[in-house]
């Protein structure tokens, strides 16, 4: 089992800067990909960002040059850097973390956050 807590949600004025946080937690899982989604008001979920173990990052193309994810691997901990806001920015984020027992070739369960809401208004 992971379990993944997140932090950070809050109102954010336009064209402003915020960072959201998501530390996961396990025993005896090996993590991989950890990344982050969104879903907005009436919105299917979609992908932010995500980042391998390895430190490969991927970005929705909306959020190209303006997000920044990184992690922390000894805590095992993703962040999720945002600037120049705006309200389409204005959603539900969830983190996600790929994991599975510590056994080559073992089979992944993708573990979800409970979600923080980040609000971008004046």
């Known amino acids: 089992q992971v379990q993944l807590a997140e932090s950070g949600g809050g109102l954010v004025a336009p064209g402003g800067s915020h960072r959201l946080s998501c530390a996961a937690s396990?025993?005896?899982?090996?993590?991989?990909?950890m990344g982050w989604y969104r879903q907005g008001a009436g919105e299917e979920r979609e992908l932010v960002a995500s980042?391998?173990?390895?430190?490969?990052?991927n970005y929705a193309d909306s959020v190209k040059g303006r997000h920044t994810i990184s992690r922390d691997k000894a805590k095992n901990t993703v962040y999720l850097s945002m600037s120049s806001l705006t309200s389409e920015d204005t959603a539900v984020y969830y983190c996600?973390?790929?994991?599975?027992?510590?056994?080559?070739?073992?089979?992944?369960?993708?573990?979800w956050g409970q979600g923080t809401e980040v609000a971008v208004s004046s």
């Open positions: 980042i391998s173990s390895g430190g490969t990052t």
């Open positions: 396990t025993d005896n899982q090996c993590i991989s990909t």
């Open positions: 996600y973390a790929d994991a599975s027992v510590c056994v080559h070739g073992a089979s992944e369960i993708r573990y």
